[in-house]
């Protein structure tokens, strides 16, 4: 494989995005609500109509068609689908069956994300993810769509980034609720483990239905965010130290708690969280890895994460590393399951960067496959420029650009789309492929 341009047949390529990012209108969930609060949406636009995305489904589909791209990852928004407990919204499901039979009319597989940071308003009026309950109304929740969507769906993702939701929201205060604990931020970490392992037996039970004809009507797994954390000094010793507290409860804790069945969570300041919870041992028949970038860790400092200085940065001043992917990639394949990139980008609205990262990140896949890791497939985030929760608009990732203040929406392709498309039309890194990624 190593001198092999290839990859393995039958490899997903695709894009990425999530319901309250894309479609628009989701009046009815907590992040509606909290962008209504002055000052927390970076440039003060909201969602909004977000990408029209909701009425233009199928036409975003079929340019991703035309693209090559034979998978898409998305997310169910359950604030449509249950706007109020136990009511189900007729309208929202035949929307989604709408969506489903427009993936396949375009020959593209779903991969269906249940939660991916939004919630409903009564969901978070009665405690939200610090309340246990709320582990039983999500199963309840991934109960209904197994049995609704099952047919057309085998890919399911229960939960995305369960501690960057926790953090971004309990700890650092920036996203819905908007807290400022770090205990309260371990126990939501600790309940969304748990809804994992409850939607897994679930949609397993539920979910009998091969969609696509593979004999397996169910493959089922979480997305996790593995950013690398490093020393800024490796010489310095409580640098070190920090670096290897943050990877233990990012990481680590995280990994062990579907592989072991115990989710053992501490951080200095914080009240220790440990369940036995044997409904998550093994609990994954896939690892849906997050990837986008590498963090230097600096004690005692107001700002802890920084950029390796000289390094290349997106628009978002985030460091672009593409051997981190086959570093993270290595690291899943570690568990013995096949492992799928549910999420990898570059915020970059000009397009200069992005092109020729796609082409690093391909490469460093390759790289991690030729050294033995199971990776199933490729999902870019994102298919559209959309909104990037608390950096608002600034953030564009998308292959097709889109500006939300222009009326029509208008998609506009962009050259790493051609650099992706070449990708999946090969299954293969070609000098065509690098011919787009140079021009």
């Not at 209108?25 to 990408?51: L, M």
């Not at 890919?155 to 770090?182: H, K, L, M, Q, Y």
């Not at 199933?376 to 608009?393: A, K, P």
Request: hydrophobic share 45%; proline share 4%; aromatic share 10%.
């Amino acid at each position: 494989m190593a001198n092999d341009p290839r990859f393995p047949a039958g490899f997903l390529w695709g894009a990425a995005t999530s319901a309250h990012q894309v479609e628009g209108g989701n009046r009815r969930n907590d992040w509606w609500r909290f962008e209504q609060r002055p000052g927390v949406v970076r440039g003060g636009r909201g969602s909004g109509d977000a990408c029209g995305h909701y009425g233009r489904f199928d036409a975003d589909f079929a340019l991703a068609a035309a693209d090559g791209h034979n998978a898409h990852r998305l997310s169910l928004e359950w604030s449509r689908i249950e706007p109020d407990r136990g009511r189900i919204d007729a309208c929202a499901v035949a929307h989604y069956h709408d969506v489903f039979a427009s993936l396949k009319r375009h020959r593209i597989v779903p991969v269906v994300t249940l939660h991916h940071f939004t919630n409903p308003l009564w969901i978070a009026d009665a405690g939200g993810w610090e309340s246990r309950a709320t582990v039983d109304r999500y199963a309840d929740f991934v109960r209904f769509c197994a049995r609704e969507f099952g047919g057309e769906v085998d890919w399911w993702c229960t939960v995305n980034e369960p501690e960057v939701f926790a953090f971004r929201g309990w700890s650092e205060g920036i996203w819905p609720p908007g807290v400022r604990d770090d205990s309260r931020a371990l126990e939501v970490i600790a309940n969304q483990l748990e809804a994992h392992g409850r939607a897994f037996h679930v949609l397993h039970a539920e979910d009998r239905a091969d969609a696509d004809g593979d004999g397996i009507a169910a493959r089922v797994g979480f997305a996790k965010h593995y950013v690398q954390l490093e020393a800024l000094r490796a010489w310095h010793p409580l640098d070190r130290l920090q670096a290897l507290l943050e990877r233990r409860v990012f990481v680590e804790a995280i990994e062990q708690a579907t592989s072991e069945g115990v989710v053992d969570l501490s951080i200095p300041g914080a009240k220790r969280v440990k369940r036995v919870l044997p409904e998550l041992e093994g609990a994954l028949d896939y690892y849906g890895l997050n990837y986008y970038t590498r963090w230097r860790v600096r004690s005692l400092a107001a700002v802890p994460h920084v950029a390796t200085p000289g390094a290349l940065l997106n628009d978002l001043g985030w460091e672009v590393w593409p051997d981190g992917l086959r570093r993270a990639l290595l690291a899943a394949g570690r568990f013995g399951k096949p492992v799928l990139v549910t999420e990898n980008g570059v915020a970059d609205a000009h397009d200069t960067i992005r092109p020729g990262a796609l082409l690093a990140f391909a490469g460093a896949m390759h790289a991690a496959i030729a050294q033995g890791v199971d990776v199933r497939g490729y999902l870019h985030w994102s298919l559209l420029d959309n909104f990037e929760w608390s950096d608002g608009w600034h953030g564009r990732f998308g292959l097709y650009a889109v500006d939300p203040g222009d009326p029509a929406l208008t998609r506009t392709r962009r050259r790493s789309a051609e650099v992706l498309a070449r990708l999946a039309r090969a299954n293969a890194i070609t000098d065509a492929v690098r011919e787009a990624a140079a021009h």
